[in-house]
């Protein structure tokens, strides 16, 4: 059976898209790294939505994370049709006070196990010749982010892969999107020890954007007029914008 394999959809972004895929009723797979939140998640789904969802734990930024959720996946006997890399974590601080240690685990979440994934199950797909990818990246791939500097480049890293293999796949039958969402209502903020920005996104605003634009394979989307307007501000500037965010820390 083809599923819709979306990493991190045991909260924020990713579990709206959860809702959203499975109003369409499709067969869902969703992964995090806490057993909790995704047993959670799963009993909230398939109360809304009378269907059973699928979970694996795994935890994406350590290595061999990426390998561990597609084995898992694969020996459950599920065929992925629609990959959403999803799961991403940030980390708010000058470069020099973040550790080593910390940066590390957001570069392999954010880009390596979300390269990985797309190796795994592009082949798979070529040879259906059919499916879809969704990487998330954000409206900061598009210029560089004082306090923030390693998720920003991830996100940008993330947008030029995506764009670089969705042209590799357009003429075997596989679509890769890329979302870029503005700052949107969930956990990540908390996370990363800061305020939710004021005027932050309906988590399931972006999830419904999202999934109707993937639908239309839309190349890169970025939800919210604003978030689209703020990127005909001079690059410049929107670094000094961005260097703001670090006042939002508690
Ligand atoms: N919120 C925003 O303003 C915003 C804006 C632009 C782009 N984004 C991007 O949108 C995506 C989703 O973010 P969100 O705001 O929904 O964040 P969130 O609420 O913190 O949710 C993150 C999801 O990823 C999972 N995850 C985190 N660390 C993981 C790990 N090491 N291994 C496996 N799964 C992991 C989480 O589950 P566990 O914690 O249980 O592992 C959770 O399901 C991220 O890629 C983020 O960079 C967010």
Known sequence: MS???ITGGSGGMGFEMARAFAQRKHPLII???REGRLSAAKALLEKEFGRT???VAQDLSQPGGAEALHDKVAQAGIEVEILVNNAGMGLLAASEEIDFK???ALMRLNMIALVELCKLYLPEM???GHGKILNVASVAAFQPGPYNAT???SKAFVLSYSRAIRHEAKDRGVQVCTLCPGTTRTDFFEKEGMEVPPMADSPERVAQFAYRHLMRNQTVMVPGLMNR???LIPTGARIGLSAMMKDLKK
């Open 53 to 55: 969802v699928e979970t």
């Open 229 to 231: 307007l703020s990127l």
């Open 126 to 128: 070529y040879r259906r």
């Open 151 to 153: 998720y920003f480049a």
């Open 3 to 5: 599923y819709v394999l």
């Open 31 to 33: 992964s995090g790294s």
């Open 102 to 104: 910390a940066d590390e």
